[in-house]
């Protein structure tokens, strides 16, 4: 820079830059013909101008090619900077079992944040685990980072022509599984029966969550089996070995799960006598929901679209009633009943809906 700057000043003390000494003829005019002389000297000052514009272009141009170097090394040592000083970052000194919760909580703020706006659009804030090595490592060593794949189940998929979509859901899905190892697991899932074509990724991840029942920790589960017996399984096709279908309802063992939230409608108006009190009745239907060997089940929410009575619900739902602590019932106060005349030891009771009570209402002891 040094010698640019002097190269400039000797070239500005020039005297043909200030002003060309040209020798002009005292009657010379601007249409007045020039002597040769005067041409001469004309056309040397000339030379000697072009020449100077031409060490000023060469030198502006060199000297944007120094900015331009300048400013790619700021930025570069800036970013060195900041990579230098995170070295000293608090953050570095927090234990690996601490700094996994941090990730964990930032994930599950993240996924909260898109888990209803996705519009078709899969997106899985996974920016975290490519910020650096520790990042990484820390956070594909911690299974209940992963635990958590409520997620999937709002997700959108298109219903028809959408086939690669769910090859995309269905590997992130066992991604999240096989990361997850052993952790429990906390579940959203849709099972539905209807032939109307839907877009929810339920129809996707469901028979690999069915799989892995023995390690749900938390279940919300919306069934609706007002349509068909059968539930069909998008990823697979019985002709050629597959699954083809998946059972309706919830069934399965479930050793880990705490808490439990069923809705939807477990049948339709027409299909309500299979769980009725029949006495000529050849054998009974299988429950909608069977959550066998949860021993641990304490915590029940129930957001059903019909009223059951006790009969039809313990036909209906095969739940180990006598476990439930905390009961929470949505949407029907008519259920409130029937839920309660099970539940014989429930010790706190949360209703959440808007009833009118009527005449034909009796009281009911418990």
Not at 1 to 14: I, K, N, R, V, Y
Not at 185 to 213: D, F
Not at 340 to 348: A, T
């Amino acid at each position: 820079m040094s010698t640019a700057m002097q190269l400039m000043h000797s070239h500005s003390s020039c005297s043909c830059i200030s002003q060309p000494n040209l020798q002009m003829s005292s009657e010379f005019y601007p249409n007045v013909e020039l002597s040769p002389a005067d041409k001469a000297h004309v056309s040397h000052s000339l030379s000697d101008l072009q020449h100077l514009l031409d060490r000023h272009n060469f030198e502006l141009a060199r000297l944007r090619d120094v900015i331009t170097f300048l400013s790619t090394s700021q930025e570069a040592l800036a970013r060195r900077m900041e990579d230098v000083k995170s070295l000293v970052a608090p953050i570095n000194a927090l234990p690996d079992e601490i700094l996994a919760e941090i990730l964990r909580m930032h994930f599950l703020t993240q996924m909260e944040e898109i888990r209803y706006r996705s519009y078709g659009r899969i997106r899985i804030p996974l920016g975290f685990t490519r910020v650096c090595k520790r990042w990484r490592g820390v956070a594909l060593d911690s299974p209940r980072i992963w635990a958590d794949v409520t997620a999937f189940g709002d997700m959108h998929v298109p219903a028809n022509e959408g086939l690669s979509e769910a090859i995309f859901v269905r590997d992130l899905m066992n991604m999240f599984l096989s990361r997850s190892r052993h952790a429990s697991l906390k579940v959203k899932l849709g099972l539905s029966t209807s032939r109307l074509g839907t877009k929810s990724s339920s129809r996707v991840v469901a028979p690999l969550l069915l799989a892995q029942s023995t390690r749900w920790g938390e279940a919300d589960v919306d069934v609706d089996l007002e349509g068909d017996d059968l539930i069909p399984d998008v990823l697979h096709d019985g002709h050629n070995g597959g699954v083809g279908y998946i059972v309706p309802g919830l069934h399965g063992a479930f050793p880990l799960l705490k808490r439990l939230a069923l809705g939807g409608k477990f049948a339709s108006s027409s299909q309500r006598w299979r769980w009725q009190e029949f006495p000529d009745a050849i054998h009974t239907p299988p429950p909608a929901i069977s959550v066998q060997n949860a021993s641990l089940l304490t915590h029940l929410t129930l957001n059903l679209r019909a009223p059951l009575t006790s009969a039809e619900m313990a036909r209906a739902i095969d739940v180990p009633w006598h476990q439930i602590r905390t009961l929470k019932c949505n949407y029907s106060f008519g259920n409130l009943e029937s839920l309660l005349r099970l539940c014989i030891n429930v010790h706190e009771v949360e209703v959440n809906a808007v009833f009118r009570s009527t005449s034909s209402y009796k009281s009911v002891e418990f």
